[in-house]
């Protein structure tokens, strides 16, 4: 049975940090490109960060690059998102996605709630 459990949201002031971490199980980790995305109520699910299966590509959303780092140790099964200088519109759930390089499966974890407020 595939998991993957974030971790690490909670409240932040403006201008904090946060380091959210996203553990996989009962899948080969390395075949899977891993993602961020977050979400807000009544909006679309955006991607946040990709990274690929080596750590080779790495993809941010314009709103979010220089702040925000995605890394992914293929050791421990576990990716992370380092998300500095933080804004109250970075505010939503975000999600842990596992995507294989094939297409042939993806999975979704079941969020973590970040919230940016003074």
């Known amino acids: 049975q595939v998991q993957l459990v974030e971790s690490g949201g909670g409240l932040v002031q403006p201008g904090g940090s946060l380091r959210l971490s996203c553990a996989a199980s009962?899948?080969?980790?390395?075949?899977?490109?891993m993602s961020w995305y977050r979400q807000v109520p009544e909006k679309e699910r955006e991607m946040v960060a990709r990274?690929?299966?080596?750590?080779?590509?790495?993809n941010y959303a314009d709103s979010v690059k220089g702040r925000f780092t995605i890394s992914r140790d293929n050791v421990k099964n576990t990716v992370y998102l380092q998300m500095n200088s933080l804004k109250p519109d970075d505010t939503a759930v975000y999600y842990c996605?596992?995507?294989?390089?094939?297409?042939?499966?993806?999975?979704w974890g079941q969020g973590t709630q970040v919230t940016v407020s003074a």
């Open positions: 996605n596992a995507d294989h390089y094939a297409g042939t499966n993806t999975y």
């Open positions: 009962g899948l080969a980790f390395s075949n899977y490109v």
């Open positions: 990274i690929s299966r080596f750590g080779s590509r790495i």
